[in-house]
């Protein structure tokens, strides 16, 4: 997949012509970048402003001019018409506009590296795009070779380009007896650094992280049919990796249920999770809770027994309290003085929960118990880091009639983020991803006074390129007096600063910078995650809190890790790097 700079575009100004270009010169090979400014003409210099792609490879650097909606010559004149059926005349067509673009573009380059550089002497190449007609117009200022319309497939982009250097390069030698040179990956990089400033978009990471999440928000079909199965079966359990939309997805079931007029409990294994949907919920749709109980499933336990007027069990052994003692108690409560039922439960985290004794408390929480209940279990294995017994629970599971659903679309994190992931954890990634992104960087400390020097400077770089603090969760294996950042507040006269481990959502700091524990914070996300302390890349434990840290990102992530585990690090990438190719992921 090619480097789309920016990674997204502007939708309000952008023509669905414009739209497929951008879709299929993403999937042109790894080595290409492509700059665009789709729907941001406010941003370009006039050198660019009639150009609407420039890609950039080994082969040189080819403009692309793209002509959205219907496209004709009548009596000399250029007719374009939108997709709202407006007409605009110009004298001036396409291949002239491109090939203008073209020529500017060479000589603005020749103006700045010199006229015997190698960025200057490569080829140079243009084409046209009309993707939303057959274009099969003639007349002399036509170049039939550089044409793509609605006959070519997204799949057919990259001969596609490839003819157009080849037309431009043959029409070149013809004409002034010479062959234009290549360009390596360096020259690349320079010619990059150069022209993404003069391209005219110099985006703050703000607005960046913005228009992602805002592609990021949208429902995926894939979400919308779960949703629909879900909705017309009484009983689900639907797998998912992280950023999948479990979660989204069992709230949205919920809500359907409550404005059916029916009792619904949700319930998830985290607290703080439970905590943000619950203040989410009241800021949005306060109604959902007239008819829709939830709560963290240990503190919901302990509620339900309280109102039931059962005294709860002694806290003797914290762990068999909670795996067994207070369940039990519960189970037997329920069935000694008896309770009103939910019409549905539906459990978050289900990971977490899935054991014998916490499945008998659900029997006895939905009307018709689980065999015959409504119920919505959404679960993701490789984020399982409290529960010994799941694949023990999952197989309780099958002595009841389900329906079984799957998600295969991430929707929180960009692709680099979840490839990145995958490589340095060993779990499988997503089939698919909803959005490209900026790069994952990955950074090497010595000790822990190395590792606080690079994250300030991580920190004041991102503030000063325009993010918000508030956007920026740290996130760590150990509590804060355990970790890197403990003694003096490292962001003092920076920005706002909170450890938000144990606060809940109502004083949590909108404007502030963050910093949770791994644990704490699963189930939760952050337009940008910087994950610190990182002590290990092989062992099941610290790969999965690695996994759901890196989860947590939507926008952009940085990790930083100890040095000595380097080869520890590039070991786990070998050996995830198989996904790449059995994936496509490419």
Same mark, same amino acid.
């Given at each position: ?181 290549? =360009? ?5 990089? %320079? &010619?990059?650094?150069?022209?993404? @400033?003069? +391209?005219?978009? *110099?985006? #703050? ?75 989410? =919920? ?5 109604? %959902? &809770?007239?008819?829709?109980?939830? @709560?963290? +499933?240990?503190? *919901?336990? #302990? ?89 023990? @629970? ?193």
């Amino acid at each position: 997949m090619s480097r789309m700079i920016p990674p997204f575009y502007d939708e309000r100004n952008t023509s669905d012509g414009e739209i497929k270009l951008f879709n299929a010169l993403r999937k042109l090979p790894d080595e290409f970048v492509v700059l665009h400014s789709l729907g941001m003409a406010n941003h370009r210099s006039k050198v660019f402003s009639e150009i609407d792609f420039v890609i950039i490879c080994k082969e040189g650097i080819l403009c692309l001019e793209v002509k959205g909606g219907n496209v004709f010559r009548r009596e000399g004149a250029w007719h374009f018409v939108d997709r709202y059926g407006n007409e605009n005349v110009k004298t001036k067509g396409p291949f002239d506009q491109v090939v203008g673009g073209m020529y500017s573009l060479r000589d603005h380059l020749k103006k700045h590296f010199g006229y015997s550089h190698t960025i200057t002497n490569a080829m140079h190449a243009c084409g046209v795009a009309f993707p939303d007609i057959p274009f099969a117009q003639k007349g002399p200022d036509i170049i039939p070779e550089i044409v793509y319309d609605m006959r070519n497939k997204e799949s057919q982009i990259h001969d596609y380009v490839k003819t157009v250097f080849g037309y431009w390069r043959s029409k070149t030698i013809e004409k002034h007896g010479f062959e234009p040179g290549k =360009i390596d990956l360096r020259q690349i990089d %320079v &010619l990059l650094n150069y022209l993404r @400033g003069d +391209f005219g978009y *110099v985006s #703050s990471l703000n607005h960046i992280i913005e228009q992602t999440e805002k592609n990021l928000l949208k429902l995926t079909e894939e979400q919308i049919d779960r949703l629909s199965m879900a909705s017309e079966n009484p009983r689900i359990l639907l797998q998912g990796g992280a950023g999948t939309g479990k979660t989204l997805l069992a709230l949205e079931h919920a809500k359907r249920a409550v404005a059916c007029g029916k009792r619904v409990m949700y319930i998830c294994f985290n607290k703080k999770l439970h905590q943000h949907l619950r203040y989410r =919920i009241e800021q949005t749709d306060s109604w %959902v &809770l007239q008819g829709m109980h939830s @709560g963290h +499933f240990h503190g *919901v336990l #302990s509620d339900m027994l309280l109102e039931m007027q059962v005294q709860l069990p002694d806290k003797t052994d914290e762990s068999i309290y909670f795996e067994k003692d207070l369940p039990e108690a519960f189970c037997d409560a329920a069935a000694t003085y008896g309770f009103e039922r939910y019409d549905l439960v539906v459990v978050d985290e289900g990971q977490d929960l899935l054991r014998y004794e916490y499945l008998m408390c659900f029997d006895q929480m939905v009307k018709g118990g689980l065999k015959e209940g409504e119920w919505h279990i959404a679960y993701d294995p490789f984020q399982n880091i409290y529960n010994p017994e799941l694949q023990n @629970g999952l197989d309780l599971l099958k002595d009841f009639a389900y329906i079984k659903l799957k998600l295969d679309t991430n929707c929180r994190n960009t692709r680099p983020i979840g490839i990145q992931n995958m490589l340095m954890t060993g779990v499988p990634p997503a089939k698919t991803f909803k959005v490209d992104g900026l790069g994952v960087e990955v950074e090497a400390y010595e000790d822990s006074t190395d590792q606080r020097i690079k994250l300030l400077k991580r920190v004041r770089n991102l503030l000063g390129q325009g993010a918000k603090p508030g956007s920026i969760q740290i996130l760590s294996s150990r509590r804060f007096e355990n970790s890197c950042m403990k003694g003096e507040n490292l962001f003092k006269g920076i920005c706002k600063f909170q450890d938000v481990t144990n606060l809940i959502p109502k004083i949590v700091l909108e404007d502030a910078l963050k910093f949770c524990t791994i644990h704490s914070f699963k189930g939760l996300e952050a337009a940008i995650i910087i994950l610190i302390d990182v002590e290990g890349f092989e062992d099941t434990d610290t790969r999965l809190l690695n996994y759901i840290a890196m989860s947590r990102a939507k926008s952009l992530l940085y990790v930083f890790y100890n040095k000595f585990l380097e080869d520890e690090r590039n070991k786990m990438i070998a050996q995830s790097s198989r996904y790449i190719t059995e994936m496509n992921l490419g």
